[in-house]
């Protein structure tokens, strides 16, 4: 397989970003950014910060869309996730990146500390529910759907919303 580049965290330094949230300042006041931290060591919470934008809280949509507390309550670290847009784009996202397409033998490899796929649906979907459960067959994961719809990305959103 070929060498990929690791994914970059937001750089602080890409002037049109900041430009383009100053201004946006100017017309709207209060900015929030409904995008988790996914990765990036709290930079994007840095970034925010120096920008003076609000952003949810969470390290990643699993945790907000499941509930903050709930999420790191739970401490899965045997566990897959996967939310709708994930179930709808796995093999964009998934299974043709990892190769799995081409390398069927890789899987074990990738997942086989995984004990559980997760898919926290955010609609009550029956079409998405079946992927999902084929998701988790296709990696040789036990399945768990959990109806989580929005979790704490809808509360945040509210309450950013009620502010003056």
């Known amino acids: 397989m070929p060498a990929r580049d690791p994914p970059q965290p937001p750089r602080e330094d890409r ?6 949230a100053t201004e946006a300042r100017t017309r709207y006041g209060q900015i929030f950014v409904a995008y988790a931290d ?10 925010c910060d120096r ?3 609000e952003m949810i809280e969470g390290p990643h949509c699993y945790s907000f869309f499941d ?4 999420f790191a309550a739970r401490g899965e670290t045997t566990a897959f996730y996967l939310t ?3 179930v ?3 093999d964009a996202f998934v299974w043709r990146p990892l190769g799995l397409d081409r390398h069927p033998e890789l899987r074990d490899l990738y997942f086989g500390n995984y004990e559980t796929l997760v898919y926290l649906a955010q609609t009550d979907d029956a079409t998405l529910d079946e992927r999902a459960r084929h998701c988790a067959e296709r990696l040789g994961l036990r399945y768990e759907r959990r109806l989580t719809g929005y979790g704490d990305l809808a509360t ?5 919303l009620s502010r003056p």
């Open 156 to 160: 945040a959103l509210k309450a950013a």
């Open 15 to 20: 002037p049109r970003r900041g430009a383009a």
């Open 38 to 47: 996914c990765g990036t060591g709290g930079l994007l919470q840095a970034v």
């Open 88 to 90: 709808r784009q796995f």
């Open 67 to 70: 509930g903050n507390e709930a």
């Open 84 to 86: 709708d847009f994930l």
């Open 51 to 53: 920008l003076g934008l």
